[in-house]
């Protein structure tokens, strides 16, 4: 959908097929503050409709334990992306464009090129039909095996928080079986 973007008077739509992803793991943060980790991506797919990502809450602090802790909570966790816009287009008002196979009157631009840089957990993204969400699945392994995995980490599994255990299960998790981490 068309987002405002605060550089900008009229609202931008990014075209998702000038979409360019440089890179499969880009930074997964919290509000775009790239001070405040949350993990990283690890797959990216970019259709004509959407962008859709997936990761590890790789992130150590008090943002990705939040995010994590929100989401057990049931919390509506929102996406962002951070996406500089290489190539903008005009549309003058009163002219129609379509975009991502929907129609957009103009004034408004569009961000016909863009690079993928990051995305972020938001309480509310500028476009209200994203969603993040948080998935985690049992170790195949066990319990044993994550205990052993921890102390090769250098975590001491007697000494962790309940919140370092639910993030470091969710990364032991996701190393174990690629379907689980974070999906975006």
């Known amino acids: 959908g068309a987002v405002r973007v605060s550089a900008l008077y009229w609202p931008v739509v990014v075209d998702l097929a000038g979409v360019t992803v440089s890179s499969q793991r880009r930074p997964i943060l919290f509000s775009h503050d790239p001070g405040r ?52 287009e005009f549309v003058d008002r009163g002219q129609t464009v379509n975009v991502n196979g929907r129609n957009f009157t103009g004034p408004i631009y ?26 985690a699945s049992l170790a195949k392994e066990g319990d044993m095996e994550f205990e052993k995995w921890l102390k090769a980490q250098g975590w001491d599994p007697a000494t962790i928080s309940d919140s370092q255990r639910v993030i470091l299960q969710a990364a032991f998790d996701a190393l174990a079986d690629e379907d689980a981490g974070i999906a975006i």
């Open 110 to 135: 569009v961000a016909r090129k863009t690079s993928l840089r990051e995305v972020s957990f938001v309480v509310l993204g500028a476009d209200d039909n994203t969603s993040a969400s948080v998935a």
């Open 37 to 88: 980790i949350v993990g990283h991506t690890e797959r990216s797919e970019v259709t004509a409709q959407r962008i859709k990502l997936s990761g590890l809450v790789s992130g150590v602090g008090d943002d990705a334990q939040q995010v994590v802790q929100l989401a057990d909570n049931g919390f509506p966790w929102q996406a962002s992306i951070g996406a500089p816009a290489d190539k903008l």
